[in-house]
């Protein structure tokens, strides 16, 4: 089973400290989406046991935050391709008849664009890989088709200057989810969370 049951509660956002409504999703091998809420008392014949902690995953920054964080992220990325188009490791063509290979300053200028664009929606951008959908690679020298070993190498080292990056300008958590958190009933058969230790 994929299901998992849902306990909303109150989460600070880990960037701006605001408290909101947040879900935390967790499982107990059983489940069917339930919904739960902080506090709420348990019947003693749920399936939820009093002795158990069940650890549970949630967004670590509210919704503006995110969108922030995912908005820094993809100004990293093109930034980081810029660098290595300028070390040479990186090459970036678009596909077709006239094969032509970004500059370091083509690649800035469309990550710019991009970033306004995602700016504007006010949307978080998909995927940042994707954005390379329609290009053809190359990493150190070998092709580097999707799935295949220097693709491999391109996209690790990318993910590397975008976490220096973003832990640069104060963003701390390696991913947007966090799975530190303990969902449990309490002496009072009600349902809580907690950060687990
Ligand atoms: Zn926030």
């Not at 600070?12 to 947040?22: L, N, P, S, V, Y």
């Not at 701390?172 to 989810?177: A, D, E, G, M, Q």
Request: proline letters at 4%.
């Amino acid at each position: 089973m994929t299901l998992y049951r849902t306990l909303y509660a109150a989460l600070t956002c880990d960037h701006c400290g605001q408290a909101r409504e947040t879900q935390i999703q967790f499982r107990t091998g059983r489940d069917n989406l339930e919904e739960y809420h902080q506090g709420e008392a348990i019947p003693d014949d749920s399936i939820l046991n009093p002795n158990m902690r069940y650890s549970g995953q949630a967004d670590w920054y509210c919704q503006a935050c995110t969108i922030q964080r995912k908005t820094a992220a993809l100004a990293a990325f093109y930034e980081a391709l810029a660098g290595f188009i300028q070390q040479g490791r990186l090459k970036v063509q678009k596909g077709g008849l006239f094969k032509r290979a970004f500059t370091p300053e083509q690649m800035r200028a469309l990550g710019h664009t991009r970033v306004q664009q995602a700016k504007a929606t006010q949307k978080a951008p998909g995927p940042l890989f994707t954005e390379l959908a329609d290009f053809e690679l190359t990493w150190d020298d070998n092709p580097a088709f999707q799935g295949g070993p220097a693709y491999g190498l391109f996209i690790e080292n990318v993910n590397d200057q975008i976490a220096a990056s973003l832990q640069a300008q104060g963003w701390h958590r390696p991913s947007l989810l966090r799975d530190d958190l303990e969902v449990y009933l309490d002496g009072n058969s009600t349902i809580q969370v907690t950060q687990a230790v």
